[in-house]
């Protein structure tokens, strides 16, 4: 029973977001939109499902929930941050960087959240992942510390997904 379930739905949580992200993108919430979300969240799942062998089993929704809430107060605060810099800073006195971040992270589920997170953050973006997968390359496009930088995704954003991610 477990192993047909498992294959009607290889990643519940997947199927569930593919439901309401199709019924929030409709103009009008009907039921046949919310069943054509619901075929599209069963099949596409079952689709993909080769390509994430080796998926999290166990992801805390609690911390996420707060992990996402830190992610939106950071752009917001980011966004006036860098609307300061490009209104005020002249283009010589940029102190741009690139900073390798060491990763504790092995899951690549979790190392692609926080390089989206680095990337969706005003300032900053994720450019590269070593083969290894041991840093992430990070552009910053003004900082007098990087070390402080590097220091501040571990903390406030790797700290939080090896907590989601178990």
């Known amino acids: 029973m477990a192993k047909a379930f498992n294959w009607l739905l290889p990643h519940p949580l997947l199927t569930l977001l593919l439901v309401v992200v199709w019924t929030l993108l409709q103009n009008d919430v009907s039921a046949g939109m919310v069943v054509f979300g619901v075929i599209l969240g069963i099949i596409i799942p079952q689709i993909t499902a080769a390509w994430w062998p080796d998926r999290p089993q166990t992801i805390r929704l609690g911390h996420m929930f707060s992990y996402a809430m830190v992610v939106l107060w950071d752009i917001m605060v980011a966004n006036i941050e860098v609307a300061k810099i490009v209104l005020t800073v002249p ?5 741009p960087a690139w900073i390798a971040i060491p990763l504790d992270l092995v899951q690549p589920e979790a190392i692609t ?13 994720s450019a590269d992942l070593s083969d290894e997968g041991h840093s992430l390359l990070v552009h910053v496009l ?17 700290r939080r997904l090896k907590e989601i991610f178990v």
């Open 142 to 158: 003004h900082t007098d510390d990087p070390d402080a930088v590097r220091d501040e995704i571990k903390n406030r954003y790797e």
């Open 91 to 95: 283009n010589s006195e940029l102190k």
């Open 113 to 125: 959240v926080l390089a989206g997170t680095i990337t969706l953050t005003p300032g900053t973006v």
